[in-house]
C-alpha cells in the first residue's frame, strides 16, 4: 500500500509525527475504502495504552490508583480523535483492527506480538508487510504483551489453580508459547525461541 501511494516506509527512528505525515500521504494516494492506520480500540493493549505511555503517562500512579484523565493522556486522545476525523485511522467498527489489515485495507496497524504468526501465513499480506518499532513521541514505550496467570483470593480451588500456575509457569509451557509463536514468553530462558 505503502508502494501504491508512493510513500516511503517507516524506519526505526520514526516519530509519532513522522506516524502522522506518512498517515496524511497514504490518506491522498489511497482509495477511499483503505485506511493508513487501524488500531484496536476495544483493548487498551494494541493501541491506546501504549500511545499514553509514549506521551510520558504512567496510566497507573506509585499509591497504586490509574491517572488516564490527566493533560499528557487527553492530548493523546484528542490527537487520536482529530485522525480519525481526518479519515488516518480506521473507524472502530465491527471487525478488528487486524482482521481489518489482513484484508489488506489498512497500511499500518498497532498489533501485539501474538499476531505475527497470522500475518506472515496470510496469503494476501505475507509477502508485502514489515515490522517497524511504534512511532516514538515524548519516549519510547510500550506495553509487555505476555501472559500473567493468576488467582483469586477467594478460589475454591487453590490447590488445582496453583497447579495450573506451576505448569503454564513452567520452562516447558513457555517453551510451546514460544515455538508455537502464541506470545513472547515472560521466561527469559525461552524468549528468543519466539522470534
Known sequence: ??????????????????????SDQLRKGLDKQSYPLAMEFSSGQDSYFNLLLQAGDKIVLPEGKTDVANDKAIAVYRDVQGMLNAGLIQPPGEMEASDVFQSNR????????????????????KDHIGVVPMPKMAEQAGVSHSLAFAMSAKSQHKDAAWKFIEFMSSEHAQQTLATGKVVIPANQKVAKEWG
Open 106 to 125: 489498512v497500511a499500518m496497524v498497532y498489533a501485539g506480538s501474538w499476531w505475527a504468526l497470522p500475518f506472515s501465513q496470510n496469503e494476501l499480506i
Open 1 to 22: 500500500m505503502f508502494d501504491q501511494a508512493g510513500v516511503s516506509y517507516p524506519d526505526k527512528n520514526w516519530t509519532w509525527n513522522d506516524l502522522k505525515q506518512k
